[in-house]
């Protein structure tokens, strides 16, 4: 079973947003190895507005599952976590107590109604996104 390098963004606004995270973190373990992860970084909600500020991480994984089977993992990870809203579907952005996106896996370009890989809006626009980013990759 082959590894690949997997560079993830997680962001809460919603609750204990801190605890959140580490509650994701603990899960994305269960099928991956965690080798980096960037300092926790307080921001400004993008695209939608709200009074709850996000606090967010970066982090390199390993895993041996595809790009579609490790969205179905996070994807079940944020619905036991509580998330409602799945802004792919819905296309509204709203608060979440969990948001897991997949930016990098390994050096694929990857297209699907689903999933885009890399994630171009995190490596180039976000800047909360770039802060994170630049201390692992």
Avoid: W
Avoid at 14 to 31: H, M, R, S, W
Avoid at 54 to 66: D, E, P, R
Wanted: glycine fraction near 2%; proline fraction near 3%; charge should be neutral.
């Amino acid at each position: 079973m082959s590894q690949h390098t997997v560079v993830l963004l997680l962001g809460s606004n919603i609750g204990d947003t801190k605890y959140n995270i580490d509650k994701a973190l603990e899960a994305l373990e269960q099928k991956c190895t965690i080798l980096r992860k960037s300092e926790y970084l307080l921001s400004e909600p993008v695209e939608f507005a709200s009074p709850n500020i996000f606090c967010n991480i970066a982090t390199i994984i390993q895993t041996h599952l595809s790009p579609v089977q490790l969205l179905d993992y996070v994807k079940r990870i944020e619905v036991a976590m509580g998330r409602i809203n799945d802004s792919t579907i819905s296309k509204v952005y709203t608060d979440r107590i969990i948001d897991i996106d997949i930016v990098k896996f390994n050096e694929l370009k990857f297209s699907s109604e689903r999933l885009t890989i890399p994630h171009t809006r995190h490596l180039n626009e976000r800047e909360f996104s770039k802060i994170l980013l630049k201390d692992i990759i």
